[in-house]
C-alpha cells in the first residue's frame, strides 16, 4: 500500500532540516506555567515548591540521626539548641512531551491542483511541527521528550523517536503535572479522541493540533468516483460527488472537528487546525504562543 | 460522367452514395459511446470514515464528456462521407446539343492556359449524350507549315476528345482568317452549338471567325482567364540585358521574377519584374554576373514560361565586352604614350572597357581582348587563348618591340623576328602610307587617311599562307592587318603600335574607326565580311510553352531575309545555325507578332459574341480526401486521448478540451488546404565564405632583397652571404636600410615585397607556367630582376629557354651611360669574381642603347660575373674588384629603388656643358 511505502520511506533529514528552519525563525520557547501562579514567564529551572536541588531557599528542617555533620547550618542551629539543615526548593525544567499520530491516515497528501507545489503528508508536517518545537523548547532550556517515552531528550532524537513510532493506539508515558503535552493528529481513529480526557486527567496542559489535508476540510471532488481508505481491509467506496454529497461530507467533517475541539476544552486544552497547506511557520508559532513564550532576543540563536 | 450508382445534387455529386447508408449506424455508435463510460477514477481518502456507513444509492452511470462523444462521431462521420466521393463539380448544367463545333484558340497567346482550355473543352464534350452526338474540332494556327487548316469533320465524342488531346499550342500566331475559311465550308446551320475556346487575347482575325461560326450554328465565346505576361523588347547591357515586359492592361500591381538561364538549363541569375497597379509594361536590368554571361542561353519569365516569355540570346546579343592586355611597364606611363590608352579611347564609347593585368589573362571574362604587344608565348595561355577564340572570342593583337622579339602564339600567321624601319635614319625608303583595305573584309570601304605614316612594322613571314585574311596593307603591299578564322572566334593582328611610337594611326581618327569595325566580329566572326557562308538551318526549335526541343520540321532561312525573319509555321521560333555561327529567332524579333509596339489585346468586343460561363472550366474538386484526412485525424485525437486515460496520463480536463478542439482546427486547416501546390525551387542562400586575409604585411622590412632559390645548397647559400654583405655595405654607405636577404620560391612567396631578386641561374630547366606568369607580373609592376649566369655561364639556347615564358624584350649591353652605372656610383665597370663580362640590361630603357630617352626603366639586369661571389667573401678577388663589384651592388640596389631619379646624372655632361655658354 502507498502508506506503508511512504512510511519506510521517512526521510528524517529532510524533515530535519525544515524543522531547524521553523525553530530558528521561532526563537528559544519557555513554557508557560500559568497554573503556578506566576504571571510572567521565565526561561530555564522552574521552582517546584518542594524541597530539592535548586538555588532558592526553602526551609530549615531539624538534622536527621546519621546524617553527614557538614550538611548542618551552623548560623541557624547558632540560634537555637538543635541543629538545623538548610533545605532548597527544587527546580526542575518543564517538560515538553509531542506526540505525532503515527496511524496510516496519516500518511496522506491530497493530490495537489496546480503541480508546482506538492503538499506534505499529513505525518510528515506533524513531524516537523513536533521537531521545531522541541528543537526550540531546547534552545529554552526546556526539557522536551516524546509522549510515549517520557524521558528527556534531545530534540533531534525526539524526531527519531516519533518517526519510528509503531502505528497503533495512543500509548502515553506518565506524565507529571505541569508538563505540557501537544498532540498533532487527525483524530480520525476511533481511539484518539478519547485518549485526551486521561492524559489530562495526569495534570499536565496541552494544545490539541488537528492536522488536515485541504482535501480533507474541501472536499474537491466531482463526478463518479471510488474513494478508498488507507487501510488494507477498507471497501472502496463507489460515490456521486455531487454538491449533495459535499455537504454531507462537510456537515460529517464539522462535527469531527467539533468532537476534537469539545474534548479539548473539556480537558482545559487548547485546540489548533492546522491544514497542511498553511506554513509550517504558522503552526509552529501558534502552538508557542499557546504553550509558552518565545525569547526577548526573537530568533537570536545562543 | 454520370453513373448510374453515382448521385447528384446539383453541382455537388456522390461516386458511391450506398456508403451513406453507414450513417444510420451513428445512432447506435452514439449509444454505444454512451453505454461505455470511462472508467471510475478511484482515490485514495482516509477522511471517506467520516461519510459514515450509510449506505447509499450507487450514483448513476458517468456520462462521457460531450467533446468525446462529438469527435468519436465526427471521425465516423467524416470517414463515411469521405467514403462515398462526394466532388464538387461547379460546371453549370447546359442542355447538351446533338452536334457541337469546337474551336481551339492554339496561337502562341493560349499556351499559358492551354490545360484550362483543353479541360473545358473536354468538360463541353463529354457532356455530349446519346449515339448521334458529333463533334467537330478545329484549331486556329497550323501545326506545321505544310499542314493547313483544314475543314474539321464531323466525329463521335470519344475520337473528338482523342483529337483534343493531340491539340497542342503553337509558338506562333493563330491564323483565324484561314480557320474561319476552313469553316465556311460548313453547311450553315449543321451545328446546334458553336464554341469558341479562348485565352481571350489577340484581335487579329476574330470577326470573320466570328461570322463563320455565327454562320453554322449559335455561337459562343469561351474565354479560359490565365495569366499573361511576354517579353516585348530585350537588349544587352554591358553587365545583362535590359528587358521590356508587357502583360494585358487593367490588372493590379504584380511581381514576376525574370530568369537567366544557362545552357545546361539552371538559372543563373534572376530580378524582380513589378508592374505597378494598371501598367502594361515593367522595364527591368537583368544583371548577370560576368562569369555567367557568356553561359547564359534565354531569358524567361518564372511564373509564366512560354513562348512570348522566352527570348533566347545569341552571341549577336551580347554587349561586346573589351579586355584591354597591355605589355607595358611600370603600371600607365603618360597617356599620350600607352597604347592602352589609345585603345580605351577609341572602344570605350561603344563597349565596355576593362584594363587586365596581364596574368589576369585567362581569368578575365571577354569577348573581345586586345593585346597590346604582349607575347603570349608560353603554352597554357595559349591553348587556353585559342580554346577561347575558338569558342567565340575574338583576340586583336597590337605589335610592339617585345612581340617583334618573342613573337606570339596569337598571331593569325608566322611572324618575322625583329623589325622593319621605314623611313627612318637609316634606310633609303620614306614612311609608308596606307595601301588600301580588303574589299571583303571588316574594314572594307574605309577611307585611306594620307597623315598616316608607318615607320616601323613587325612583318608576317608567309602573308599568302592559306586561310591568312589580309584586311588592309601599306602602300607597298605589306599586311597592316593581317587575320585569321579560328573556329567561332578570329585572330587578328595589327601589324604596327598601337601608340604612336611606330606609327603616327592612333592619332587618326582612323584608328577609332578600325577598332570599331572590329566589335562586329562578335557572334559573326566567320563572315567578317557580312557575307554569310550558306542559309541559317534550325537547329533547336522553341515551343509554346517556351521548352527547347528537337525541330519538327528541317526549317532554313536565307541570310538576307534573316534580319526580317518572324516567327511563323515557315521559320519557327529557335535557335537556328549557318556554319559556326548561332542566331536565335524569337517571338518579340524581327518583324515577328510581338512587336516594339505590342499590347494585349481581348478578343471579347472584337469578336461580338455572347460569352459563355469560364466557370464551367474550373475542375471539379474532390472532396473526399480532405473528408478522410480529417476523419482519420479525429480517430487519431481519440486513440491519443483514450489511451492517455489508459495509462493514466495526467491531463487536466480543460486542456484535454483545449487539444481536442486545437487538433480539430488544425484537421481543418489541413482540410482546407488545395491540392499541393509544386514546390518552389529556390536558388539556395549561399553563405559568405571569408575571405582569406591578405598576409600579414606588418613583419615586412621597408627593403627587401631575395634571391630566387635555385635548390643548390653551395649557390643558395653564398646568394645569401653576398647579399647579406650587400645589406651590410648598404646600411654602412647609403642611407638604405635593408632586411636580411631571404631566399624567395618563385612559385609560392609573395614577390612583390622584393626591391631586388638576385638570381643566379644555372640550371636549364625552364620556367613553369606559374613562376613565368608571377615573375611576369613582379616585373611588370616595378621589380629588378638581377640574372647572374655565374662565372661559368651556361649556353645562351638553355638561357633562352628558361626565361622564354617571361616574354622579355632585347637587352643591350650595359654602358657607363646607363643610369644603372650612374645611380650611386659612377661605374665603367662591374665586375664580379669574373671580370671584363658585359652586363646586359634592357634596351629600350633610360641610358641606353635604345633609350628614347622617355625615362623607362629596365627590370631585367643579365650577367655573367658571379657578383653575389664576389660579395659573399674576400677570398680569390682582388681587395680592388671586389669593391668594385659591392659598388655596382649598391648601384643595382639604388637603381631598384630610385628608377630613373638619377637619370639627370646621365646628362650632367651636357647640361655642364651648356651652362657657361648661357651665362656667356
Redesign the interface.
Known sequence: M?ADRHRHTLDTNALWVDAERAAALLGPLSLQRPEMGRLGWRQGPHPRRRAGQGSEFWQYRPLEAGEAVDRVDWRRSGRSDSLYVRTHERELPARLALWADPA??MD?A??PRA?ATRLPEKRQRALVIAAALALAAEEGGEACAALSLARPAKARQVLEQLSAEASGTLHSAPLAPGDTVVLLS?F?EPDRIGAIAPLASQGAGGVVVHVA?P??ADFP?E????????TPQ?E?????A?AQTRA??LE??S??VNAIEGAARTAGWHYLLHRTDTPVQEAVTAIAALIGGVGVGGGARR | MISPASFSLGPFTLAAPAVLAGLAALPLLWWLIRRLPPP?????????????PVV?Q?????RPPWWLVVLRLGAVTAILLGLAGPRWDPTPDTPAPERLLVVMDNGWQSAPGWPEMVAAARTRIEALEGDEARVALAATAVSAANRPIRTPDWVTPKTALALLEQMTPEPWPANREAAARALARLAPGSADEALWVTGGWGVEGAKPLAQALERVAGARLLVVPARMFAIRQYEGTADGWRVQMVRPSGLPEETVRLLAIDTAGRPRAEAPVSFPAGETTATVNLKVAVGDLARISRLTVDESRSAATTALVDAASLHPRVAVLSGERRGEPRPLQSAAYYVRRALEPYASVEAVAAENMTRTEANLRVFLDLPVTTQAQADAMLRWVREGGIAITFAGPRIAENGTRLAPGQLLTGTRAVGTRLSWDKPQKLGGFAPNGPLAGMTIDPEVTITRQVLAADPSAPGLMRWAWLEDGTPLVTARIVGAGALVMVHANADPRWTNLPLSGLFEQMLRRFLPLLGRASQPGGAPQGSFALETALDADGALANPRQPRQVAPEVWDNAAASPLTPPGLYRAGTVTRALNLMQGNGPISPLFRFEPVVPEAGLPVASADGVRAPVNLATPLLILGLVLAAIDGFLSLARLLNL?LPRPSAARAAASATAVALALMALPHPAGAQIFPPGLPLEDRPGSPPAAAVEPVLLGHVATGNALLDSRARDGLAMLTRILGTRTAVRAGPPQPVNLERDELGTYAMLYWPLTGAKPLSPEAAARLAAYLSTGGLLVVDLGSNPPPPSAVRAVLQPLGLPRLAPLNSDHVLSRSFYLLDRYPGRVQGQAVWVEAATEGGTEGGGDGAVASVVMGSADWAGAWASPDGVEPRQREWALRFGVNLVMYALTGTYKADQVHVKAILDRLPERKR
Open positions: 502507498a496510516p491516515s496522506y491530497s493530490a503541480a487527525d480520525l489535508d482535501a480533507e471532488f463526478g463518479r468516483m471510488e474513494l478508498v481508505d488507507v477498507a472502496p467506496r463507489l460515490i456521486d455531487s454531507r461530507y460529517a467533517w462535527h469531527h | 471510475t477514477k478511484r482515490v485514495v481518502f482516509p477522511a471517506v470514515r467520516l461519510l459514515g447509499e450507487p450514483p448513476p452511470q458517468a495526467r
